[in-house]
């Protein structure tokens, strides 16, 4: 068997339910719904509804954002393009640092800039 079928293996088997007695009132049966903790994907975001299913999805958005500006902090120079120099309109060959990344070639990133008040 292969790898993919393992993994389909594994996440298609789950445990067997709770036979519910059959005097059960329907107080105790919705008890032990309660204490069931066999939830699936779709049975939590049935309990958080749409908001709190885009509420987490929006967490997990920005985390993984600021993941990102930790690893990537910098951005490419929009105005020299990165190359951390301007060549002359008319003279191509005469060049000068770039004013605005000061001849570094790259910008620290919005989100670095207002998250963690960074040059």
């Not at 790259?106 to 008040?117: A, C, E």
């Amino acid at each position: 068997m292969n790898m993919a079928h393992h993994i389909a293996v594994v996440l298609g088997t789950t445990a067997a339910p709770n036979p519910q007695p059959e005097n059960a009132t329907a107080a105790g049966q919705a008890t032990g719904q309660a204490a069931d903790t066999n939830s699936t994907m779709a049975d939590i975001a049935a309990t958080l509804g749409p908001t709190g299913t885009m509420l987490v999805l929006a967490m997990a958005a920005f985390a993984f954002y600021v993941v990102s500006l930790s690893l990537h902090p910098n951005a490419k120079c929009h105005r020299c393009k990165g190359a951390g120099r301007h060549r002359g309109a008319l003279f191509s060959y005469a060049q000068r640092p770039c004013t605005s990344c000061k001849g570094r070639g790259v910008h620290p990133r919005i989100g670095r800039r207002i998250l963690f008040k960074q040059p």
